[in-house]
């Protein structure tokens, strides 16, 4: 397999707001992955990526593939303005917990929706790509059958309530524990993470389509590997290539939103002055500062946005932007791995924190804290850590959800802030059962 051969035909067609509807109905189950990207907070979706056909790559493929362009043909000027042109899919889940490990898929077949020019691109990537194949595509995905495009859930599963996989007694104790070890030295801070299960009668495309329904986060997506599927609505990206610029974000300290502009404004400024959320943020920072550096090109990383809130569904969050050139020996894949897994999931020192979650969790946690996401043939990067997220296998549907354990942390609020984090995916998931 050569870069050569992989050559890029594109062809658009224009459609209304049902049609896009329909496209997303149609497409979204004949999928290995779905992305949808918008700037979050509820603005509108900008683009949606189905990967119509992908093949199961190696590390070493994938990253040879992506350090070039492949030849290309039939690129019109809209086309030129969708960010991911085709490339390699990346899904790196945390640990095992009864996923795969890292899968790279090598997309041949792709849908993208560009939402704001309401135009569908298919888009074939291989030798044998010509605009024949597109238009097959395209008529294909016409012609599914809304019964077929539209799974209903199943009412032969009793709906049962999420369980907690820690007691609070269990939880004070590793709180206690990770605070005795920062007392000691050995860290700073910890991610500290629950786990929530239950049955449900809901399929993942539907939780999906809730999710983008609600549009409350940049990254809305769905993946399926040979066990689960994953679905999730991350407010965070983890790394953004576009040319030589780097780009991370990092958040920390999370707030309901309240029920009036008023409360939502008087919550935000408290957040603002919280000496524990802002220490715990400073915290992350230093070391995603520490992670880029090592792969910039003259060690220099620039701070465009040093603090602000965003209000992203029923939360808002502490954010901070970080940019870097990166050094022109290291692959697109490569400064992807160097930033794995996040500090912002695992805590500070990132090494250090790795192996206190792994003591004081005793278990796997999956996608949980992964990463997912996009590299393309031209070398950009567009990835998102896995948060806000859930699995699904079979009809037992799984999700992790954590906060960063200092000194300073109380458990009963830690609990809470993991609860709240929790709340937009159970709602999500009540309603695709027609709860």
């Known amino acids: 397999m050569t870069k050569a051969s992989l050559k890029r035909v594109v062809e658009h067609y224009p459609l209304n707001a049902s049609q896009i509807e329909d496209l997303h109905h149609k ?22 990526y189905f990967g119509l056909e992908a093949s199961l790559i190696s590390q070493t493929d994938a990253d040879r593939l992506t350090r070039g362009s492949p030849e290309e043909t039939g690129d019109s000027p809209e086309f030129a303005k969708v960010p991911f042109k085709g490339g390699v899919f990346a899904y790196l889940p945390y640990d095992g917990g009864g996923t795969e490990g890292p899968q790279f898929w090598l997309v041949s077949k792709m849908l993208v929706i560009d939402h704001v020019n309401a135009i569908a691109f298919i888009v074939v990537s291989g030798a044998g790509a010509n605009s024949t194949i597109c238009q097959e595509i395209f008529d294909e995905l016409v012609r599914v059958p809304n019964a077929v495009a539209r799974p209903a859930a199943t009412d032969a599963i009793e709906r049962a309530e999420w369980a907690v996989d820690v007691s609070m007694e269990e939880y004070v104790g590793r709180i206690g524990e990770i605070q005795s070890r920062i007392g000691q ?42 066990h689960t599927t994953l679905i999730g609505a991350s407010p965070a990206m983890h790394l953004r290539k576009t040319g030589s610029l780097l780009t991370v974000e990092t958040d920390a300290g999370t707030r309901r939103i309240g029920d009036t502009e008023e409360a939502t404004q008087a919550i935000m400024q408290e957040l603002l002055s919280s000496a524990k959320d802002l220490e715990e943020q400073k915290m992350i920072v230093d070391e995603t500062i520490v992670d880029l550096k090592a792969i910039a090109a003259d060690g220099k990383v620039n701070m ?42 695992t805590g500070a020192p990132r090494r250090d924190a790795i192996k206190v979650i792994k003591d004081v969790e005793r278990k796997p946690r999956g996608p949980y804290g992964g990463v997912v996401g996009m590299i393309g043939f031209d ?4 990835t998102a850590i896995i948060l806000r997220s859930a699995w699904i296998d079979g009809d037992q549907i799984t999700m992790r ?34 709860l």
């Open 185 to 226: 030295g050995e860290l700073q801070q910890a991610i500290l993470s629950v786990g929530l299960s239950k049955r449900t009668n809901a399929t993942a495309e539907a939780v999906f389509d809730v999710m983008r329904q609600r549009n409350s986060s940049p990254h809305i997506f769905l993946v399926r590997d040979e």
């Open 401 to 434: 959800c954590g906060g960063g354990i200092t000194h300073a942390s109380v458990a009963t609020e830690e609990y809470n802030e993991c609860m709240n984090k929790a709340r937009s995916m159970i709602d999500c998931v009540r309603e695709a059962e027609g």
């Open 304 to 345: 465009p946005i040093e603090l602000e809130v965003r209000k992203l569904g029923s939360v808002m969050h502490l954010f901070t932007v970080l940019e870097a050139e990166i050094k022109s020996d290291l692959s697109p894949l490569g400064a992807v791995l160097s930033c794995f897994p996040p500090s912002a999931v």
């Open 27 to 48: 497409a979204g189950p004949l999928s290995r992955f779905i992305l949808q990207r918008s700037e979050g907070g509820g603005t509108p979706p900008q683009f949606s």
């Open 379 to 382: 070398g950009s990067v567009d």
